[in-house]
């Protein structure tokens, strides 16, 4: 019995051991890697434990988030699409520490307090940068230091008087669980929004605090030694109107700030100014594995003194866009030139070593299989197989399946390209006199001369008695039926002359090209690079579009830039249909009308975030922009306001390759000073007709914020309108304009704009009404090109345009490219294999589109040969075997 006891004992332990070194692996051949580590880890932390965990437990390792954006690299690097939503978050971040810093540093004057931004503006601020911005942004926050922020929303406290601390977030809530959701379905449009610095476990800035890698990395801002290198100064000109048709000033009124850190300040050291975090879990919070970026907020402090020289600037807060670690991509490839260290997941994906090798794929987030293994160059797919071996079926590959169903066969005798022979081996000339120079040019080393010129002989006889007896059966025939032979001959003389020569018999890789579309994609591409600003003003009006085929893939590839836009008209949406200036709660003040300076910093903060944005704008329609009244306004007519006819504050950036300066420099000015006015436009126009009078299609949108209940921050409670609710418009909602030529002395480039229509409450609150448009223009260049074929009712310029050879190549687009032809590489279909003895297992696209030109001008090339042959078999015995196996079925027959 002890034994049996003693045996059991044994075998449960070696089934722990078993399980406990092949955990998270669905077969034993797969042993356990740093996958296993962060997903055990993922799982283990959970809402209801996170509290009693170490710091270090509520933290992944570094690098588990790998190929981090940085500000200095952006425009020298390919930012991938596995990386758009952390690039977005980034500019994001950096967006709001520009719009923050701007718009306290501009209004800081005692009678500017009331104009700067109240409570609900900064909450719907945050509000509107989440709902905006779904599968990109999951929360959006800024963070104040300790006494750094100065509310003008309380009517008792006095003037110049700091809160202890101040940090409203907003996250995406779940609502399957609401009232309101009857399907039990979350719809992503519910938004919590609280004051991080109220409540419950509250100092965000303590060292203990577990959750807040932010605070670290920028406050507190202390030391005054390294103001001067830590603190950029940015400068803005703005030109302002206050009349229809009339600028204030025909010179730009320049206005300086310090904003977030510009790279390489530092002596020996990078100040980026934004930062992303490792991975760490949001307890207590959104009760999630987040990642943060985030940037300073830079304002003057203290900020109203009498003492103007004991005031220096001082990051006091820190803007902060968050995102889900789970949706990120994880880079399980070896590490190389496009995966640089550091990363956690590499050399984790499961490619057979030698013949394959790995590349990264999109959209599997933090999940095993987001690669495919690729043929290494020398190597093909094996014939019973298409493509990529996808790293999905590998994870769930047996160890025999992994070990003979994912390798690549070798390619022989492969050929030596062009550049990479030793010399070039010439034909000689033969003579016309000499037959035996005839024979001898013709004569394969080794070879006897009189073999070879006898095997011609015979060759030549029996092909002159073939032709004979063609010819003697075409007489017959011809005597028999003389119309089916002249109808025949006919067809075949015109064939024949259609054709061109006898070798255009042959089938060329032309026929899947559609020419006419090439020579209109040549034709788009002469007009973009020959115009420019120096003969734009010569153009005609049309010359300086494109068609509007041209931006296929803009939706995608832009959806970054077009969620700026969209992200300025959900707040001014929200901000329009809910404040109210006559409204007061208490000692809670209500917000005050928007006021230019706000609007000018938000379309500010658009373009100073993003590289690719050249130029942002608000414009409102004809009298739907009341602002406040002027600061210390005597006036009675504007004790109410002022009800502007036109305001259309646009922003944007010059370069500074065009300034000589090294850095760009950004204007803004008010186009209600200009005497032909943007209502009359057609993209305006257009926009405005579309939503004038039907707004079905409009979302809801529920926010529910929770403020402090006193000065100190005791606890929270619900704001007086709980929640607010209200309406605007969706990406899909907004309209991306045609590729346009900017000949107007400001952006001066070839861009696409997007369109994102603003919604408000009438003047007597009864309903919502259209009051304006949000505009972005973004960089052509930046926008890739797909010349691949497609179908044909896809609005494509450049499809079916690649010079692929599509008998044995198929047409895969590249990223990164942008604006150029020969974006894309052809890859061999299956059962053909790359013939060249080179670093490559496809034909680059820019290959392929200088050799066709090259054959178009009539010089030498190669284009005839950048095809795939048919992939040969692996061995003699394999050839073998398959030649019994065909002379065995052909006898079965």
């Known amino acids: 019995m002890k034994s049996n006891q003693l045996f059991l004992c044994v075998a449960v332990g070696l089934a722990f051991l078993f399980f406990a070194v092949c955990e998270d692996t669905p077969f034993e051949w797969m042993r356990p890697d740093r996958f296993d580590e ?71 004057n005692s009678w500017d307090f009331d104009t700067q931004p109240g409570l609900m503006y900064i909450y719907m601020g945050h509000a509107a940068d989440v709902t905006a911005n779904p599968g990109f942004i999951n929360g959006s926050s800024i963070f104040f230091d300790n006494n750094c922020s100065y509310p003008n929303w309380y009517r008792k406290m006095n003037f110049n008087t700091t809160l202890p601390l101040f940090g409203p977030r907003a996250w995406r809530a779940d609502d399957y669980n609401e009232p309101t959701s009857w399907l039990r379905e979350p719809s992503n449009n519910t938004i919590d929004i609280h004051d991080y610095g109220s409540g419950r476990i509250r100092n965000y800035t303590h060292p203990q605090y577990k959750g807040n890698p932010w605070y670290r990395d920028w406050l507190p801002d202390l030391v005054e030694k390294d103001d001067s290198v830590r603190k950029f100064t940015y400068s803005v000109g703005i030109k302002y109107s206050n009349t229809t048709g009339v600028f204030i000033k025909d010179e730009f009124t320049d206005y300086s700030f310090f904003g977030p850190p510009q790279p390489g300040q530092l002596s020996g050291k990078e100040a980026l100014p934004v930062l992303i975090s490792d991975p760490y879990f949001d307890c207590d919070r959104s009760d999630r594995w987040i990642v943060t970026a985030s940037a300073p907020v830079v304002e003057y402090m203290p900020r109203y003194s009498p003492w103007i020289h004991l005031r220096r600037a001082r990051f006091v807060g820190v803007t902060t866009m968050d995102l889900e670690f789970e949706r990120l991509d994880m880079n399980q490839c070896p590490l190389a030139e496009g995966n640089p260290a550091p990363n956690y997941f590499a050399n984790t994906a ?287 007519r504007f004790v109410n306001g002022i009800t502007r006819e036109f305001f259309g504050p646009y922003a944007w950036r010059h370069s500074s390759s065009d300034q000589g300066t090294g850095l760009d420099s950004f204007n803004a000015l ?80 070839w861009v696409v704009t997007y369109l994102a229509p603003i919604f408000g409450k009438n003047d007597l609150k009864t309903r919502i009404e259209f009051k304006g448009v949000v505009t972005v223009d973004v960089s052509l260049d930046y926008l890739d090109i797909n010349q691949c074929p497609s179908n044909f009712y896809v609005a494509n310029a450049f499809k079916n345009t690649a010079r692929c050879d599509y008998q044995s190549q198929y047409c895969v687009a590249l990223e990164g490219k942008r604006f150029n032809t020969g974006g894309y590489k052809c890859e061999c279909r299956q059962g053909f294999e790359y013939p060249f003895n080179d670093l490559a297992w496809f034909f680059d696209g820019q290959t392929m589109e200088q050799e066709y030109g090259k054959l178009q001008a009539g010089e030498p090339n190669r284009y005839h040969t950048l095809k795939c042959r048919i992939g040969a078999a692996s061995s003699l015995t394999s050839s073998l075997l398959l030649v019994v196996a065909l002379a065995t079925l052909q006898l079965l027959w």
């Open 670 to 749: 008010d186009f209600s000073g200009f005497q032909d006015f943007y209502t009359d436009k057609a993209w305006f126009q257009n926009l405005k007709s579309r939503w004038a009078t039907n707004f079905y299609d409009l979302k809801k949108f529920t926010a529910k914020p929770m403020i402090r209940s006193n000065y100190n921050g005791t606890s929270s409670i619900r704001f007086e309108y709980y929640p607010l609710t209200y309406r605007a418009a969706t990406y899909e909602d907004g309209e991306w304009l045609r590729p346009e030529f900017k000949c107007d002395g400001r952006v001066e480039d």
């Open 38 to 108: 962060i997903n055990d880890k993922f799982y283990s932390i959970t809402g209801e434990n996170c509290r009693s965990k170490r710091q270090d437990d509520l933290q992944f390792r570094p690098g588990t988030v790998a190929q981090k954006p940085r500000y200095n690299m952006l425009l020298s690097t390919i930012i991938y699409s596995n990386r758009s939503n952390l690039l977005h978050a980034h500019n994001m971040a950096l967006n709001r520490a520009f719009f923050y810093s701007f718009i306290y540093q501009q209004l800081n």
């Open 350 to 636: 499961r490619c057979r070593p030698v013949t394959t090798m790995c590349e990264p794929l999109m959209g599997f987030g933090f999940r095993r299989g987001g690669y495919q293994c690729v043929c290494e160059p020398g190597y093909y797919y094996p014939w019973w197989h298409d493509g990529p071996f996808q790293g999905v079926e590998i994870e769930q590959a047996t160890y025999d399946e992994w070990l003979y169903g994912f390798d690549c066969l070798n390619v022989e005798q492969r050929m030596l390209t062009p550049d990479m022979a030793p010399e070039f081996i010439t034909r000689k000339r033969r003579s016309v006199y000499s037959t035996k120079d005839r024979f001898m040019a013709a004569v394969p080393k080794g070879q006897s001369v009189r073999l070879t010129a006898q095997r011609k002989r015979s060759v030549i006889e029996a092909l002159k008695e073939h032709r004979a007896e063609a010819q003697a059966l075409e007489s017959a025939a011809a005597e028999l039926h003389p119309k089916v032979v002249k109808k025949r001959s006919t067809r075949l003389v015109a064939k024949k002359s259609a054709l061109g020569s006898a070798s255009s018999l042959h089938r060329e890789k032309r026929s899947a090209t559609d020419e006419e579309a090439a020579s209109r994609m040549k034709r788009i591409m002469e007009r973009k690079y020959q115009t420019n600003k120096g003969n734009c003003g010569t153009k005609k009006a049309y010359e300086l579009f494109l068609p509007g085929d041209v931006n296929f893939g803009v939706e995608r590839q832009f959806e970054a830039q077009g969620r700026t836009a969209l992200r300025l008209a959900h707040f001014l949406s929200n901000f329009l249909q809910n404040v109210d200036e006559y409204e007061e709660f208490g000692d809670l003040k209500g917000d005050r009308r928007l006021n230019e300076t706000q609007i000018f910093a938000e379309v500010i903060a658009n373009v100073m975030g993003d590289f690719r944005i050249l130029g942002s704008g608000v414009f409102f329609d004809r009298y739907k922009f009341r602002m406040s009244p002027p600061v210390n306004n005597t006036d009675p």
